[in-house]
């Protein structure tokens, strides 16, 4: 699975962004997906994810109730709507996939089997 993730730039604070992450290889449908981010100086942490049937969806505490992930597996392509940006949310954001659904999106994020590069998001206060 190789993943390519687009839709960053910069908003200000209280705006939104959606990031798309387009997948190639027939077994996407088969792995939990994921967004993680990195800002500056700081280690990369887990954003949200998502089963592969898309049932069930995993928040950060700091991002609930203003992103929401999504898929649509039929176009192999994993979303992140992002609403109230806040300064805080700024950095790269990277998609990712791995076969064990979303296990070790959650809590193994040194073995999760694919990484997308990631796209910048700036959030202007």
């Known amino acids: 699975v190789q993943l390519q993730a687009s839709g960053g730039g910069l908003v200000q604070a209280g705006g939104s962004l959606r990031l798309s992450c387009a997948a190639s290889?027939?077994?996407?449908?088969?792995?939990?997906v994921g967004w993680f981010r990195q800002a500056p100086g700081k280690e990369r942490e887990f954003v949200a994810a998502?089963?592969?049937?898309?049932?069930?969806?995993y928040y950060a505490d700091s991002v609930k109730g203003r992103f929401t992930i999504s898929r649509d597996n039929a176009k192999n392509t994993q979303y992140l709507q992002m609403n109230s940006l806040k300064p805080e949310d700024t950095g790269v954001y990277y998609c990712?996939?791995?076969?064990?659904?979303?296990?070790?999106?959650?809590?193994?994020?040194?073995?999760?089997?694919?990484w997308g590069k990631g796209t910048l998001v700036t959030v202007s206060s």
């Open positions: 998502i089963t592969w049937s898309g049932g069930s969806t």
């Open positions: 290889g027939r077994t996407f449908s088969m792995h939990g």
């Open positions: 990712a996939a791995d076969a064990s659904s979303v296990y070790r999106l959650r809590n193994d994020i040194r073995n999760i089997d694919y």
